[in-house]
Each structure stands twice: as C-alpha cells, then as structure tokens.
C-alpha cells in the first residue's frame, strides 16, 4: 500500500469559536434544523443498516491512512449508508417481483452477487467521492485508489474505478453532500459560544470528536441501550424497533447527547447548565438530552460499570425517555413518524 506524504492536517487549535456573525450563525442554523426535520421526517425502512462496526471502524481506518480530515469520515460513511440502503431496497424490490410472478430470469440473485463482490469498491469510491467534496483538505487520487485495492488483492482498472463513482452518484441523484452529526456539534458549539457557556467550546470540540468517534463505531449498542430505556422495556418489539428508526437518524438530537456527554466528561458540574444551554436552542426536552448523554457515557466512560463509579447528574437516573409512540417532543427531540 503506497503511503501519500502526510500533509499538515487542521489542528484542534486550528479551529476558531465565536469568529462568525450572529446573524450568519442563526440563518445557517435554522437550515441544519430544516434539514434534520426532513430527514427524520423520511425515516423509515432500512435506513441506518449500514453503519455497522466493522464498516465504519474501515472508513476511519482508510481515511486516517490516506490523511483525510475527520468530516470527511463522517461524509463517507453516509454516503456509503444512503447508497448501500438504496442498492438493498432496489434488489429487495426485484426480489418481491420476481418471486411473486415466478416468470423471467431471477437477476436479483446476481445483483446480490455483485453487490457483495464490489462492496469494497463501493466503500472506497464513497471515501474518494467524500474526499471530492471536502477538497480544500485533500483528494484522495486514482492511482492511491487503486494500489490500496491492489494491496487487498482487489484489481481495478481506472476506467472501473470511474464508473464505481458514477454508479454512487448516480443511485444518489449526485446529491452527496449529505449532513453529518459533526455539523451540528459545530453549529450548537458555536451558538453556545455565544450564549455564555461555562466550558469553552475549543475545550468541549476534542471531547465531542471522541465522543462521535465512539457513537459512529458502537452505532448499534448506543441506540438499542436508548430504545430500552425509552420503552422501560429490555426486549424492544420489531415495531418499537421500526419506529425508533426516526430518532437514530434525528442529528441533532445525537449532536446534543454528544455536547451533553462532553460536557459531563470536562466539568460534570456544569452539565446542567450546558444542557439548559442545549434545550433553549433546539427545543430538546432535558429528559431527552439526559437520557441520551447517559446511553453515551455509559459506552464511553462506563458510568454504569462496576469499579468504575462516576457521580452522574440527577436528570441522569431518571428513566424519562418514553416510547417511540409517546407524545412528541418539540423540534429536534425523540418523536415518532
């Protein structure tokens, strides 16, 4: 595998709080929200299937060995996410046709075939397409491409690797600048910034970073750990799993819990402060933030593991999220579709 020559990559003192008009903050804001609400909103079916351990614990591995920022990350994995939910739903829809009718070829069964054949092309191409976006870092090159498939006994042409690309921009009506949870850690970071919040931004930014690091690759366990409390309930239906499907693809409900968890991590006695700070920007209930900051703590820090006892805040231990069929809670909070 070639290895690029390591260019000089942001620093977390590189970033800068509070050097951003009001007015630009609020606008830029209000258009996260909107486009959290929409994506919550079309939650439904197997949206968030792909973001499973081993496949981000990969993007993360690839884009630190080709020197690729943190949000170019987050980028690929959900690019490769939407893409990979649109392949399975088109070949699940062929499937349902061609059994029914029991006429004509069975080509789903091939389009599986080469769905699993070509995954990891598809998974470097929705690393490069990321790269694309975020260039003013780094583009990650063909030829990089091609010789770390070469390394995994994976041969490409270029022209293969082209098409790869304009397959995932195809099935994804090139729309891949998609939102990230990072995104709105930075917003809330900045508008915190400027309502006066006890811990600095810069100092909660590499905690939050950790912290989405961590959701991202434990996905899976976060949520389920959520769903159960929110139901009171250890064994989750399939229907209670469905519905709950709108809150792990709700961004800035995750954006908050992160910031929440962070700040309990650098200063715990500021965490009510910090989360009152959070439920007067977006509308989140504290029952919401406290429950889900909690699940993030308990996954990272262990605050529930035996032997490693750590004080946690009242809202904490209130088993208050309810199920994903309760009363909604206002915008950006735990709600059903």
Known sequence: MDRPVRPRLASLSDFQFGAVATETIEDALLHLA????????????RMGSFRETRIVEFV?????????EKSVSYQAVEILERFMVKQA?????????????????????????QLFNKFILRLVSCVQLASKLSFHYKIISNVTVLNFLQALGY???KEELLESELDVLKSLNFQINLPTPLAYVEMLLEVLGYNGCLVPATQLYATCLNLLDLVYLLHEPVYESLLRASIENSTP???QGEKFISVKEDFMLLAVGIIAASAFIQNHECWSQVAGHLQSITGIAL???????YAILTHSVGASTPG??????PHLVAGALRAATSPTHEAGGIRPK
Do not use: D, Y
Not at 102 to 108: A, D
Not at 287 to 293: F, G, K, P, T
Not at 308 to 313: E, G, H, I, L, T
């Open 287 to 293: 029952e919401s933030i406290a429950e889900l900051s």
């Open 89 to 113: 739903e088109n070949i699940c829809r062929q499937a349902t046709i061609q059994l029914r009718e029991k006429t004509g070829p069975q080509n789903w069964r091939a389009l599986k075939e």
């Open 60 to 68: 993360f591995l690839l884009s630190e060995q080709w020197c690729l």
């Open 34 to 45: 909107q486009q959290n609400e929409q994506a919550v909103q079309e939650a439904a079916g």
């Open 237 to 239: 239906s399939q229907l």
């Open 308 to 313: 490693r006892q750590r004080p946690v805040p």
């Open 155 to 157: 041969l490409h042409t």
